[in-house]
């Protein structure tokens, strides 16, 4: 089955109504601030899921981003664990030992929601009108696959489903693998084969949105809070990058799922199937890509190949700047 392409029900003009889940996480963050202040963009809510830290590092993360960027979306904490594996893998190496080392953390405005991650994604998509939501995911699948297998009609309702993960060349936590999708293979593979079309934002596309010092220095001259907390971020996030992984500027990955969601041309996409490895010695977590368009096959996903880097930039610095 190859779903029809995206359509905004709301028709054009119709703001775009993203549903955000996150393990913030400094590029989470970053995605959450740049949705905050992008003109005709709507958060339905944001749901939390372990995996860059602990649901509760990550929860409160959340909650800090929120007072910063001055929403007052619904936030809502989901699983706390991957499904079948044990525990979250966290990475303090990356993310610092908060989840968000580098800028100073208000103490949240922002009340967290009392309702279950997974019940907030179901309920906001089967409250909507038909194609008006939009699914972001930027951490681990796990709420996501929870929430299809809870209610399997948000696979019909949603608009799309646009996600940071995996990879069709490459991996970061394994040769193979990517971190979301290695967290928590069991949620991916639910996630790739249910009867929706999947956007895959992976590491072929992020490692092109990198914050270069210019990009740095855009920020710095806003003078702005917000623009202040992602200068502090990138502080962190940019030396932690270049030591592990040996990057001279570092990967925004997650923002790259949410411009494609609002901006889909700044974001070049071709059709393909991705099946999750569960099995392989090496490649557990692996997304295996095939772009081939054989016969029988459906490439009934995309996958993201290419972005407009100046674009890009102009867009989150622009959305960043509208804060206060
Ligand atoms: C994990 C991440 C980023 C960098 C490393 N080294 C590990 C997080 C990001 O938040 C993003 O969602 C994804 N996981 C990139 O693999
Ligand atoms: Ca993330």
Not at 7 to 28: F, K, M, N, T
Not at 185 to 198: D, T
Request: net charge negative; aromatic share 4%.
């Amino acid at each position: 089955m190859t779903p029809a392409p995206a359509s905004r029900a709301g028709g054009p003009g119709a703001p775009v109504r993203v549903l955000l889940d996150v393990d913030p996480g400094h590029d989470d963050a970053l995605a959450i601030l740049v949705a905050a202040g992008l003109p005709g963009l709507e958060i339905a809510a944001i749901t939390t899921v372990g995996g860059n830290q602990t649901l509760e590092k990550v929860t409160r993360n959340a909650l800090a981003v929120a007072t910063v960027a001055g929403l007052e979306t619904v936030v809502a904490a989901g699983c706390d664990r991957p499904l079948v594996t044990g525990a979250v893998l966290t990475d303090p190496e990356t993310h610092g030992a908060s989840g968000l080392d580098g800028p100073e953390l208000p103490e949240p405005t922002v009340r967290l929601d009392p309702r279950h991650g997974v019940d907030v994604i179901v309920e906001t998509v089967m409250a909507a009108e038909p194609g008006t939501v939009t699914l972001v995911p930027t951490g681990p699948l796990t709420n996501i696959a929870t929430a299809l297998r809870r209610q399997p009609a948000i696979a019909d309702r949603v608009a799309e489903v646009v996600l940071m993960g995996g990879g069709y060349s490459k991996g970061n936590v394994t040769p193979a693998a990517e971190f979301n999708i290695y967290t928590d293979p069991e949620a991916a593979h639910i996630v790739f084969s249910a009867p929706w079309r999947v956007t895959m934002v992976g590491l072929d596309l992020t490692h092109q949105a990198l914050a270069t010092p210019d990009v740095h220095q855009r920020f710095r001259a806003m003078g702005t809070r917000a623009g202040r907390f992602v200068v502090d971020m990138l502080d962190f996030f940019g030396p932690a990058y270049r030591a592990k992984q040996g990057f001279d500027s570092p990967p925004v990955h997650d923002v790259c799922a949410l411009v494609r969601a609002v901006a889909p041309d700044i974001v070049t996409v071709r059709p393909g199937h991705v099946d999750v490895e569960l099995h392989g010695q090496h490649t557990r977590g692996m997304t295996v890509t095939d772009l081939r368009g054989r016969e029988g096959r459906d490439l009934d996903h995309l996958v993201a190949t290419e972005l407009d880097v100046p674009r890009f930039w102009d867009l989150v610095t622009g959305a960043v700047a509208r804060l206060p």
